[in-house]
């Protein structure tokens, strides 16, 4: 059987894309030859299955009173065991926590991403039962997010938010045996909305995690 990786986040995962003149097809979305998960399938090759399981609007914890479904905690359990066995789960949450009408701090966004990686460890669909997480912080939004339509929907405070939160997600990775990686300057957002991948940063988030990847599925 191959190795399992589950890849569970966001609009960042499922692979939306803000500016139609940066995709292949000219839609809102990357297509398989341009979204990360896909690129790593392609690096890692036949022994892995990359699985995607990216839905916009996605959180940690938080129920959005104009979402259905999008508390991360609400379906990690029927993700994983749908999945099963697990050799690697990889999180990228918390862009949409920032949303003002949650209101949620970096320090709360950081103790719901906890309460998501506390959960998904007692899930019996690990490997050889043995939890493996890596924890990724998306980039930072970017200053002009209210410049964008999107912006004033997800409010004011945004980008302050998503700078605090890669200490306290690095910390927590420690503190519960987690891999970590800081997907800021790394991968390259947009600067038409400020929080979504460009073609190149899925490029380079699946060079990244390519390299990394091999290194935690043993």
Request: glycine share 12%; aromatic share 6%.
């Amino acid at each position: 059987m191959k190795k399992h990786i589950v890849c569970f986040g966001d609009s960042n995962t499922h692979g939306y894309c803000a500016d139609p003149a940066d995709c292949a097809d000219g839609g809102d979305r990357f297509n398989e030859d341009e979204r990360w998960t896909c690129l790593l399938q392609k690096a890692l090759g036949e022994e892995y299955l990359v699985i995607e399981e990216g839905l916009s609007g996605r959180t940690t914890v938080f129920p959005d009173p104009l979402h259905e479904s999008m508390s991360g905690l609400d379906v990690i359990y029927s993700c994983l065991m749908s999945h099963e066995p697990v050799d690697l789960l990889i999180i990228m949450l918390g862009t949409n926590d920032t949303k003002e009408r949650l209101g949620a701090n970096a320090a709360c966004i950081g103790i719901g991403m906890e309460r998501l990686v506390a959960k998904a460890k007692t899930v019996e669909a690990w490997r050889g039962g043995k939890p493996n997480i890596l924890l990724i912080c998306p980039p930072h939004i970017g200053e002009g997010l209210l410049d964008h339509p999107f912006g004033a929907a997800m409010g004011l405070g945004c980008t302050e938010k998503s700078r605090g939160l890669a200490p306290r997600y690095r910390e927590l990775a420690d503190r519960l045996g987690c891999a970590f990686l800081d997907a800021e300057g790394l991968a390259e957002f947009n600067k038409l909305d400020c929080m979504h991948l460009t073609g190149r940063g899925h490029r380079q988030l699946a060079e990244a995690l390519s390299a990394l990847v091999p290194k935690l599925v043993k």
